[in-house]
């Protein structure tokens, strides 16, 4: 089975400090991707990678910077965290285009931000 | 730009009862629409989709989700529901502006409520 984790389940940090979120997926996949999950808002994407030190930015990446260095990891970082970025982060994995199973997304467990 | 929407915040039934979660979206050209769940504390996992084929898709757990391109509806059923079904259900469909990362389009979700 695929597996995705994240470095923490809670985490609560101060205004202003710099946050490091992990996410690590065995399965050798190339694509990995960092949402936010809210209320009523479902999931939003922040940005995603579909290569070593490939990025891109998805729907609401101001506040947000991100990290693949290796296949397997992928990092999300908030210079300068905020009381609006509480909340849950879950980080996923999938196959590339053209396999059969491309758009299959693996979740980790999610990260559950408190910026006070 | 493709959407997915769900109009019900909350969906309450009895054990045993057939269960309906509603999903309509807006894509040009053809759909790839999936279902994903997500139980307490945990990420979401993926249920089933529809890429082509039978209008009529099974996945795990024994839901089942019929395509409509008519009424561009996507609705989750399940004939017979169990307490364990209780979760936080999520519609989605394919990203169509970007290949390169297989990204999804998430609806707001809805919370789906199995009473004994």
């Known amino acids: 089975d695929v597996k995705v984790t994240q470095s923490s389940r809670y985490l609560v940090k101060r205004t202003g400090e710099k946050v490091f979120l992990e996410c690590v997926q065995d399965?050798?996949?190339?694509?990995m991707f960092w949402y936010r999950q809210d209320p009523g808002l479902g999931l939003r994407l922040i940005y995603f990678s579909y290569d070593v030190k490939m990025k891109e930015k998805g729907d609401i990446p101001e506040g947000y910077s991100v990290s693949r260095e290796k296949k397997e990891r992928f990092s999300l970082i908030l210079e300068s965290a905020s009381t609006n970025q509480t909340s849950m982060y879950l980080c996923?994995?999938?196959?590339?285009?053209?396999?059969?199973?491309?758009?299959?997304?693996?979740f980790g467990p999610g990260t559950r931000l408190t910026v006070t | 730009a493709q959407s997915v929407a769900q109009p019900e915040d909350q969906v309450n039934v009895a054990e045993g009862n057939p269960l309906t979660v509603k999903c309509t979206y807006s894509?040009?050209?053809?759909?790839?629409l999936f279902w994903y769940v997500q139980y307490p504390n945990r990420g979401l996992q993926f249920l089933l989709k529809?890429?082509?084929?039978?209008?009529l898709v099974k996945g795990s757990y024994g839901f089942e989700a019929e395509f409509n391109k008519s009424q561009t509806s996507f609705h989750l059923k399940k004939p017979s529901a169990l307490v364990s079904d209780s979760a936080l259900y999520f519609c989605a469909v394919r990203d169509l502006n970007n290949n390169a990362g297989n990204m999804l389009t998430f609806g707001g979700g809805t919370r789906l409520m199995v009473k004994p």
């Open positions: 996923a994995s999938s196959f590339p285009h053209g396999q059969p199973r491309a758009y299959e997304q693996y």
């Open positions: 529809y890429i082509t084929g039978d209008n």
């Open positions: 399965m050798d996949h190339e694509n």
């Open positions: 894509v040009s050209g053809n759909p790839y």
